[in-house]
């Protein structure tokens, strides 16, 4: 499909005696937005972690723009434009809020900014303020990471994975253990941060009302293998995914 910016095919992962994943194969389009959903177990991370290089494919290709990425690191899937942010947000507690950001924009950029290079760095500082103002966390950039709550540590981690040009977006449990009251919130600052590029994003969710409102397309997992894949009135009908998914058969 010459449209498709992410495409995997036929990959396969075991664990053991676990196979996590069951011959993969998608071809996601430029610009979709797209939830995966499955119960604990399913499969959704080590899809997230497959694509981002953190974790090898036994066998099968992963393509980025048409480009094999499957064998490359993750530094390297990173400053293609394959960005994520993780279940367990991955944040220095001992850091600031802001040094984090600048830590994480020197690590994902291109070419590392000034403040690596011994000027004072103002404009870096500039630029991961405005990312913090965006997703309304600015007033916590002087606080250590380690003293703050559940919903800020996942938007950080968010805000770091989302920040200079992302060409697609991978978000894993983005509103897990976070209230549920912040949820929606949460969503809406991702997606208005994302709205201005053509961006192409993918995201780990176990609240179907979320997967509903915010996909267009949904990939069901279960036991390594996808299921369905589809829109997310189809995919949420569908009787495997009722079975095996959400557990809502009648
Ligand atoms: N690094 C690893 N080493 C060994 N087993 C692993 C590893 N990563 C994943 N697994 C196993 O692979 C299977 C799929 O795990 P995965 O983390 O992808 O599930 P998930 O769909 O993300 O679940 P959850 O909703 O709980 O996050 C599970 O059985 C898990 O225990
Ligand atoms: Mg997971």
Redesign the pocket.
């Known amino acids: 499909m010459s449209d498709a910016i992410l495409v995997t095919e036929d990959v396969n ?1 075991t ?2 005696a ?4 069951r011959e993969v194969s998608v071809e996601v389009p430029k610009g979709a937005i797209w939830s ?1 959903i ?12 497959m694509v981002t290089g953190y ?1 090898k494919p036994d066998r099968g290709r992963i393509l980025f723009q048409g480009r094999d990425i499957t064998r490359l690191s993750p530094r390297q899937i990173t400053r293609l434009g394959i960005r994520r942010s993780f ?1 367990m947000p991955q944040l220095y507690a001992e850091l600031t809020v802001l040094q984090n950001m600048l830590v994480s924009r020197s690590i994902n950029a291109e070419r590392p900014p000034s403040i690596w290079r011994g000027a004072q760095g103002a404009d870096d500082v500039e630029r991961a303020m405005d990312i913090l103002k965006r997703f309304k966390i600015a007033d916590y950039s002087d606080r250590l990471m380690g003293e703050l709550s559940a919903g800020v540590r996942k938007l950080l981690d968010i805000a770091m994975a989302i920040s200079g040009t992302p060409r697609v977006v991978m978000l ?2 983005p509103t897990s253990g976070v209230a549920a009251e912040e949820k929606f919130p949460i969503m809406d600052l991702v997606m208005e941060a994302l709205s201005a590029s053509d961006v192409t994003i993918l995201f ?1 969710e ?1 609240d179907m009302d979320i997967v509903t409102r915010y996909s267009e397309r949904v990939l069901a ?1 279960y036991d ?1 293998a996808i299921v369905a894949n589809d829109a997310p009135d189809e995919v949420l009908a569908d009787e495997v995914v009722q079975r095996y998914v959400t557990g809502t058969a009648k």
């Open positions: 992962k664990f053991g676990v196979t996590a994943a995966l499955g119960s604990n177990g399913a499969g959704k991370t080590t899809f997230v972690n974790i279940q894993d449990e780990v176990h997992f390594g």
